[in-house]
């Protein structure tokens, strides 16, 4: 498939799994993310994978770290209230070192919340969510295809470092349409999965997937050999784009579907001659603190944008660590901001920094 | 340019499938496409509405405050959207089940008779196609050939029967697409 | 001279960390005998459970899985859908099972997932020191149950093996006890038949075993089992409960 399809986003990451090679997927029914499971049970038959709708959230992701032990590619998909289920497993995954990739299509919280899109998840998706000094690659994709290019190459980074990566959507990715082109990405060398639990008939020692070390100089031990990984991580994962920075007066900082809409207030504030850009990180975990401080000494100010009540906005202030104001602006419980509503709030930080 | 466009109604008015029909036309034509449902707890019944945006630059939000063109297909969809159309821009609203017309006077007005229309031609779930025949008249946003490509992709196999007389309400929704 | 008796080459050879006493040992061993036996320990795959047993990784000579509370069933499930040709097999107990994990069991007895489960029941959780578990008799006392067990306030023990069995998707369920030489031989034979069901594909078996705690019981390892026949076998009857080749247990 090369041509240019329109799909839903739901539908596109679905497919641009099963063209990683995922042959397995384990899910349960929540909204907005439905038609991520219904394309699966669909597709995978298909290409003699396996769907399996599980009997709940806790289920799946269990599912998924017994298959993803058995060394096959797979995948979760789920909404906010799931994702939260799905915690524990994905410490569990993160402890034993095992690649998977799951996808949150976040909706409006607390609790059972709203449907409607909301970046409300992403403490819980950048800061842990489950128990334990663990981390996700959290790639946020900003359009479809995007999200298609990051789906791929997710099960690759999986792989590549045996760790979890999180697909960090919201309603707005998941049910909206753009047209989407399925295309081969450069492969990378990946390690053997030599520890796979397949019986031992595959290898010559007894293989164990395990997340319990029940001495504590043990466990240290384990836990400074993954923040060694998580260093390797952020030192060569952290991406991030931008827009009109160069000569931008007021950078606004946001992610995934909000981003979108600040380009369209960049765009319009732009064409009104106002010096502003757009700073859109796409892993938020690496968080692109390199790319963001260089901008530091160019900007006067900066304005977060998100679908929630001030949370990214936390790694900014790090990032800039002091050197800028750092403004935010933000829209909660399935409430879209709209591109005249970052721009009015860009025209008052312009008229502070002036 | 940017165009952006609201299509409401009742669900099972076809307003999702018109606006997918609209966004892939503008694909084939080479355009920047978004299309954004409305999405709710209601499965059947409710009201649907979705925004369809054709541009030549990538498509930032996929949501619009304020639509270039709205389409309404039945009276609360006119009265939720009518205020919502931007200045100088188009309201095509659905003649068959809305009696009272709009009343603003700083925006295209175009009435469609789409159930009638539909009716006369023997199918009245074509009533989506007649409304965006007078959207397509009025904008002129994708040229005819691509609509069609676009009808034959997403008409099922079994149901390629159905594009002759998709194309028939296109083109009565053209003819009778009259600007006040 | 013959060698009659050895430790069966499915069992890792060192010491384990289960109390005097306890009858775990004596359920590792049969089912280590069973791989050997059957031969299958070359591509069985095991999931230790969350409890007592939660090193039981260590122990089998066999690829191995260790699971969060609960989700044993629902692990084996992912591992068997990737190796379907690999003999799966869970190691539960009475906490994990059947209360923490009810949800994961039932499902995947209902789907029939070719997998094999051994539930070890001692109504009582062992390793978090003798709490009340849901199969914990009525009247008995446990750290959180001092008075007794109260089913008014506490609600009545779960028979696992009768419930699964209403199920159509398992193709074999049964009870077994180890508290006498009679009852380990009918233990192995059941779990033999088992793991011999899941070689053939006939879906999900699960053998529920009747096992001792005398550390948190407060007795004797000799006073343990007798506290199974005595006490146990009249709440939770020995047999099999379903049985897909004989019909045991299938709807009239």
Known sequence: ???????????????????????????????????????????????????????????????????????????????????????????????????????????????????????????????????????????????????????????????????????????????????????????????PKTWATTGMRHHPHKNIINSLVLDAPGLEKHILHLQEKYARMNLHEQRAKSLHCADAEVVIVAYGSTARIAKTAVMSLRQSGLKVGLFRPVTLWPFPVNTLSELVPKVKAFLTVEMNAGQMVEDVKLAVNGARPVHFYGRMGGMVPTPEEISSECVRVLGGVR | MTFEVVMAGFGGQGVMLMGQILAYAGMVHGKQVSWMPSYGPEMRGGTANCTVIVADEAVGSPVVAHPYAVVALNRPSLDKFESAVRPGGVLIYNESLISTPPTRSDIKVVAVAANQIADELGNVKVANMVALGALLEVTDLVPMECIIAALKKALPAHRQDMLAVNLAAIERGKQAAVIP | MAKVFARPESLVDMQSHYCPGCTHGIIHRLIAEVMDELKF???????????????????????????????????????????????????????????????????????????????????????????????????????????????????????????????????????????????????????????????AGKGFTLVEVLSTCPTNWGLTPLEALDKVAKDMLPYYPLGEYKDIESGAGAKK
């Open chain 1, 1 to 191: 498939m090369s041509e240019r399809v329109l799909m839903k986003g739901n539908e596109a990451i679905a497919e641009a799994a099963i063209q990683a090679g995922c042959r397995f997927f384990f899910g349960y029914p929540i909204t907005p993310q439905n038609e991520l499971p219904e394309y699966m049970s669909r597709r995978m038959p298909q290409v003699e994978g396996t769907f399996l709708q599980a009997e709940s959230e806790v289920a799946a992701i269990n599912m998924v770290y017994g298959a993803a032990g058995a060394g096959a590619r797979v995948m979760t998909s789920s909404s906010s209230p799931g994702i939260s289920l799905k915690q524990e497993g994905i410490s569990y995954l993160a402890g034993a070192e095992l690649p998977a990739v799951i996808v949150n299509i976040v909706r409006g919280g607390p609790g059972l919340g709203s449907i409607q899109p909301s970046q409300g998840a992403y403490f819980q998706a950048v800061k842990g969510g489950g128990h334990g000094d663990y981390r996700l690659l959290v790639l946020a994709p900003a359009n479809l295809q995007e999200a298609v290019d990051l789906v791929t190459e997710a099960f690759d980074l999986a792989d590549l470092y045996r760790n979890p990566v999180l697909i960090l959507g919201d309603g707005l990715l998941g049910q909206m349409m753009e047209p989407v082109e399925f295309r081969k990405l450069p492969s990378r060398e990946l390690p």
């Open chain 3, 41 to 199: 320990a070359d591509r069985a795959i095991g999931v230790a459970p969350v409890g007592c047993a939660v090193l039981g990784y260590m122990y089998f000579a066999c690829d191995m899985h260790q699971a969060a509370h609960g989700r044993a069933p629902a692990v084996a499930t992912g591992i068997k859908r990737v190796v379907p040709d690999g003999v799966v097999f869970t190691y539960q107990g009475d906490g994990d099972l059947a209360s923490i994990g009810c949800a994961e069991i039932v499902h995947a007895a209902a789907r029939g997932e070719n997998i094999t489960t051994i539930f070890v029941n001692n109504g009582i959780y062992g390793m978090t020191g003798g709490q009340m578990a849901p199969t914990t008799l009525p009247g008995d006392k446990t750290s959180t149950s001092p008075y007794g067990r109260d089913t008014h306030k506490q609600g009545f023990p779960i028979r696992v093996a009768e419930m699964l069995a209403t199920l159509d998707g398992p193709a074999y369920i049964a009870r077994v006890s180890v508290h006498s030489v009679p009852n380990i031989v009918r233990a192995r034979r059941a779990i033999k038949k088992a793991f011999e069901y899941q070689i």
